[in-house]
């Protein structure tokens, strides 16, 4: 009677260079990750001084007359919608 695995030797040697690979990738991917982390911590030390240096917008206020203008539109638009849906 044979045994399950005829070749156990055969099956570990396998699953060695299959572990010395995964290592091998891991560490190709670390040195990809530090070298992103570098370029972010770049991009990012970039972006926090166009940041400071814009200054913040003004917000203008809006007459009572323009607020109205904008809502009777609106409504319009609105009312206009729904007569269309109404008729399909």
Do not use: D, F
């Not at 992103?36 to 200054?55: I, T």
């Amino acid at each position: 009677m044979g045994c399950y695995n005829a070749s156990p030797r055969g099956t570990m040697t396998n699953l060695t260079g299959v572990i010395r690979q995964l290592q091998k990738e891991r560490k190709r991917v670390q040195g990809e990750m530090k070298r992103l982390n570098a370029a972010l911590a770049a991009l990012g030390s970039l972006e926090g001084k166009s940041k400071r240096s814009r200054a913040p917008k003004a917000r203008r206020p809006m007459s009572v007359a323009a607020r109205k203008r904008i809502a009777a539109a609106q409504r319009a638009r609105w009312a206009k919608w729904k007569r269309n849906k109404r008729n399909k």
